[in-house]
């Protein structure tokens, strides 16, 4: 199995990459990244552009790439602001992939999101298969993505999957511009200040996921055997349904002066209201054995743990 991750010093590449490497060996996994980072990855990192489609094709050919995680992306806070920008990345660089992947016969792993759904989606434990009309840029591309993944399926027989994540808080790589990036400042902000001004009222409840449970839905959805997936693209998974407040509980559990107040960002609460409170996750359960190990408090445990020793903060 040779490795192609596209995206990958963003929060979830980042982590990603080195459980790859750790399973499948540091020759097996090609890093990318648009962005002149300092990747600090026990594999080769190449500097790639997923809209410079010759480039991205030259490096899948060179290295008998087979499996293709596709992670590049702009998030959907991102989005909002630069909604061409979010088409562009968002759809043509899918495409640019899946072309690249039906030439040179590669599977690929595709994310989608919470953000896929929209305000007229059912709220609460949100089905496998449901109405799917999101208002904002990025649950657009996300929605048409999955679609998109699809058609590649069916019509050129690519073996194309994919999870809707949920939000992600991890202790790495800071999140890329999305709606749900309070979840991890808060646990910066706790360690270094006891005090966070968050930008989501306070009982805006969303799904969300600790990345260790995050990184193995990725893996394990794409070792099962294809012929045990009919929902191939876009799983429903989630970890937990919380809300701001929750969060600072959990929290207190452990720093008990913590402190939480609210400044609301009305575009990123918009689009937080059009997301689902919680996901119903049984067809990634029944189909490929999906299980998050995480809830809030032991991740909030691990989180302040691994934060404290990175940023040399006791509590
Ligand atoms: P991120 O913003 O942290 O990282 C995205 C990476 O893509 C960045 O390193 C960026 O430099 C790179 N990139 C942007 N444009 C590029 C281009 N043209 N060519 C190559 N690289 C480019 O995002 P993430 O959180 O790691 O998300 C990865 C995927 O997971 C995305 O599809 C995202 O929509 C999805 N997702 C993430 C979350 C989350 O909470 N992190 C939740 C749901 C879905
Ligand atoms: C975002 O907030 O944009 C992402 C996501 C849930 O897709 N974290």
Not at 30 to 55: E, H, M, R, S, Y
Not at 66 to 82: K, R, T
Request: hydrophobic letters at 35%; a negative charge.
């Amino acid at each position: 199995m040779k490795i192609l991750v596209t995206g990958a010093l963003g929060q979830i590449g980042s982590e990603l990459v080195d459980t790859l490497v750790n399973r499948y060996g540091s020759s097996n996994v090609i890093a990318t990244d648009k962005k002149n980072g300092k990747p600090d990855f026990a594999c080769q990192f190449i500097n790639l552009d997923v809209l410079k489609n010759k480039q991205v094709e030259k490096i899948v050919k060179a290295n008998d790439i087979n499996v293709i995680y596709h992670l590049a992306a702009v998030l959907s806070a991102v989005a909002e602001g630069d909604p061409d920008l979010a088409w562009q990345v968002n759809m043509q660089g899918l495409r640019n992939i899946l072309n690249i992947a039906r030439k040179y016969n590669c599977s690929v792993f595709t994310p989608s999101s919470i953000g896929a759904f929209g305000p007229n989606t059912p709220k609460n434990k949100t089905p496998q298969d449901t109405i799917q009309r999101p208002t904002s840029i990025y649950g657009v591309t996300k929605v048409a993505g999955e679609l998109l993944c699809d058609y590649y399926h069916c019509k050129y027989g690519v073996d194309t999957r994919g999870v809707r994540y949920p939000g992600i808080i991890s202790n790495k790589t800071l999140p890329g511009g999305g709606t749900t990036d309070y979840a991890v400042e808060i646990y910066y902000e706790a360690l270094k200040k006891q005090k966070y001004t968050c930008f989501l009222e306070k009982d805006t409840v969303l799904d969300m996921m600790y990345m260790p449970d995050a990184i193995e839905a990725a893996i394990k959805l794409m070792e099962v055997p294809a012929d045990e997936l009919v929902h191939r693209n876009a799983f429903n998974i989630t970890a937990m349904s919380v809300s701001p407040q929750d969060f600072a509980d959990s929290i207190r559990k452990f720093i008990p002066d913590f402190e939480i107040e609210y400044q609301v960002d009305r575009k990123r609460q918009k689009i937080a209201d059009s997301w689902p409170n919680s996901l119903d996750d049984s067809a990634a359960r029944e189909e490929w054995g999906w299980n998050s190990k995480y809830d809030l408090d032991t991740m909030t445990e691990d989180m302040l743990e691994k934060l404290s020793n990175k940023l040399e903060i006791n509590y």
